[in-house]
């Protein structure tokens, strides 16, 4: 079964650093980009950022452009997002994600991590 897990989530103060990490699991997600969404409580999910399968392109929302950076390590088949100088305004359920190259679809999902910044 194919299966994205998160961790790294947590309680911080704003101003904090946290690293996630997303590990699937079930089949290598060669061609693929990965990808980080957000959903806060009583608002729709949101696009944070994503990453091509060479990790030569990334793409990130303006809330995210200049604080958090992702990464990908092809031979651990593993994507991370650190995040720097957080803010309350961040406070969400962080989702990894995964999509092929070669549409439009994100495909798999993992079950989230909490991300909680206190003011």
């Known amino acids: 079964q194919v299966q994205l897990v998160e961790s790294g989530g947590g309680l911080v103060q704003a101003g904090d650093s946290l690293r996630l990490s997303c590990a699937p699991s079930?089949?290598?997600?060669?061609?693929?980009?990965l990808g980080w969404f957000r959903q806060a409580p009583g608002k729709e999910r949101e696009f944070v950022a994503h990453?091509?399968?060479?990790?030569?392109?990334?793409y990130y929302a303006e809330s995210a452009r200049g604080r958090f950076t992702i990464s990908r390590d092809n031979a651990k088949n593993t994507v991370y997002l650190q995040m720097n100088r957080l803010k309350s305004e961040d406070t969400a359920v962080y989702y990894c994600?995964?999509?092929?190259?070669?549409?439009?679809?994100?495909?798999?999902w993992g079950q989230g991590t909490q991300v909680t910044v206190s003011s």
């Open positions: 994600a995964a999509k092929s190259t070669y549409d439009q679809i994100w495909d798999y």
């Open positions: 079930g089949r290598t997600f060669r061609y693929y980009y």
């Open positions: 990453i091509s399968w060479s990790g030569g392109s990334t």
